[in-house]
């Protein structure tokens, strides 16, 4: 526990943590450096973005919030969809996945499954990941939701929790114009801006995909004989340093597109490209980018998830105190060689808490404040559940109170 100063204002309680960090941060709001107006210039990309894993923060961009289609960077969303139902334990990595007439009938980029074929969820994921296979995210979505247009409507509802304000998705591979919905014509899109934070969302299971997303070829075992997957980001992964993900996309409208993300240092980037004329000049866009980031900006993570921060009483409560954690990862976005000022980090509290008390309940906040400036915070959490003290509970209480 690290220590902290109490004082009261305006009905809060705020903590300001003894120790003080020296960090200074490129605000999101503060005019892009010379240097990025110069990558964005050279881009080939109809729309395309930088972002700071940790902070979210936009580094550089070019037309983010264009509507375009993504082709099959739309798997990335068919791909959250099914590792939040595993980490839900509705579905398991070892489940069969029986692929349908509907999901075989999908054409492009497959693995050429049959009525009926069967392959466990970890190896649809795996040829969602590597290979892109539309048959496999169309048998994975009917798996996860029972029909393909029950799981595109759950796509279109995650879509919106993640903030992704302009997109749209009509199916659960990309391909263009093959709608699931049951509109006239209706098309599917998103920008760039959306699929970072899409993106950010899925790195979340970076640790089971890994495997999966840096491999450079593999097989499936099936009674015909294996089926090859080749992995259609080998390009990036192979050129460059840090490299390690994420999904490409390519069709007759959308053209090449990619979100690729690249770790060094313990610092991630994540860099969308969408409507590339070729595949040389998409990587080339992406290159630029991630170049650009990490010759200027170093990332910081000041608390993880889950860390605790503070305790705090709870009145009425079988226990007096809470501890309470960060909910989330909490990081800040460092230019190189500026120079750092004191950063301080506060802690908002009610005045009172009453019990019951819910492990999860968001009870404060915690601030990374310069001067007046917030530059970034995270809710604070209850880490165990406090129930309400019953009539002779809390006589006793008040009892060894008075008798101190």
């Known amino acids: 526990m690290r220590p902290f100063r109490y004082f009261v204002s305006c009905g809060l309680l705020i903590v300001l943590l003894a120790s003080t960090v020296s960090l200074s941060l490129a605000s999101a709001d503060s005019p892009l450096p010379v240097m990025a107006s110069a990558v964005e210039e050279n881009l080939h990309a109809k729309s395309a973005v930088l972002i700071d894993m940790g902070t979210k923060q936009v580094l550089l961009s070019k037309n983010p919030d264009e509507r375009l289609p993504i082709a099959s960077v ?37 693995i050429y499954l049959e009525p009926g074929e069967q392959f466990t969820v970890k190896e649809m994921l795996m040829a969602i990941s590597i290979k892109s296979a539309n048959d496999a995210a169309v048998a994975l979505a009917e798996h996860v939701a029972g029909s393909e247009s029950a799981f595109v409507a759950a796509m279109n509802q995650r879509a919106q929790e993640l903030n992704m304000q302009n997109t749209h998705f009509i199916n659960s591979c990309g391909l263009d114009s093959v709608g699931v919905t049951g509109k006239p014509n209706d098309q599917g899109y998103s920008t760039a801006r959306d699929v970072a934070l899409m993106s950010v969302a899925v790195l979340k299971y970076q640790e089971m995909l890994k495997p999966w997303l840096t491999t450079r070829i593999t097989y499936l075992q099936r009674a015909k004989g294996p089926v090859e997957l080749f992995n259609t980001n080998h390009r990036f992964l192979r050129g460059y340093s840090g ?38 000049l998409r990587y080339q866009d992406i290159t630029q980018m991630l170049n650009y980031g990490f010759a200027n900006y170093i990332g910081k993570v000041m608390v993880e998830a889950g860390e605790e921060i503070t305790a705090v ?49 968001q009870l404060g906040i915690l601030k990374l404040v310069r001067g007046n400036e917030v530059l970034a915070q995270v809710d604070l959490v209850a880490t165990v559940d406090i129930p309400k003290l019953g009539l002779f509970g809390t006589f006793v209480r008040l009892l060894q109170e008075w008798l101190g």
């Open 313 to 361: 009483r709870v009145n009425r409560g079988r226990e007096q105190n809470v501890a309470l954690a960060a909910q989330e990862q909490l990081a800040v976005l460092l230019k190189k060689g500026q120079s750092l000022d004191d950063v301080e980090q506060q802690v908002e509290l009610p005045s009172k808490i009453f019990a019951p008390v819910q492990a999860g309940d």
């Open 74 to 110: 739309t798997k990335l969303m068919t791909m959250l969809l099914a590792l939040e139902a595993i980490e839900a334990g509705r579905i398991s990595l070892d489940e069969m996945v029986i692929a349908s007439p509907h999901a075989c009938s999908y054409g492009g980029s497959q």
């Open 243 to 280: 490299a390690d993900g994420l999904k490409t996309g390519l069709t007759d409208a959308a053209r090449y597109c990619l979100s690729a993300t690249a770790e060094r240092n313990g610092f991630r980037l994540i860099a969308v490209v969408l409507g590339v004329a070729s595949d040389e």
